[in-house]
Nanobody
Framework: QVQLVESGGGLVQVGGSLRLSCAAS????????IGWYRQVPDNEREMVAA???????IYADSVKGRFTIFRDNAKNTVLLQMNSLKPEDTAVYYC???????????????WGQGTQVTVSS
């Protein structure tokens, strides 16, 4: 099994930046890719960005050019740098252990507990 713990959420003003972290533990060698999702009440979770263990990346159109996903191997951590934040980025952000193939990210069964990001206007 894989355990995922998110951190780094908070309150930020429009145009500001935050960096989210997803720390992995457990069966780390089994991880193929990590994805970041977000969810607002009454909506489905949407995939925001994902990265494979050989550094292929995928971004949702809504965050391209503003968000960057990258890995810190030494810390078994995947980070999501979020710049130029907008009110519509407000959500609970979750990380997920999944699979990258055929140019797409496919979510898996392991999720973190989530971290709240609030962008105030």
């Amino acid at each position: 099994q894989v355990q995922l713990v998110e951190s780094g959420g908070g309150l930020v003003q429009v145009g500001g930046s935050l960096r989210l972290s997803c720390a992995a533990s457990g069966s780390i060698d089994s991880i193929n890719a990590i994805g970041w999702y977000r969810q607002v009440p009454d909506n489905e979770r949407e995939m925001v960005a994902a990265i494979s263990m050989d550094d292929n990346t995928i971004y949702a159109d809504s965050v391209k050019g503003r968000f960057t996903i990258f890995r810190d191997n030494a810390k078994n951590t995947v980070l999501l740098q979020m710049n130029s934040l907008k009110p519509e980025d407000t959500a609970v952000y979750y990380c997920n252990s999944g699979t990258y193939y055929s140019g797409s990210y496919h979510g898996g069964d392991f999720w973190g507990q989530g971290t709240q990001v609030t962008v105030s206007s």
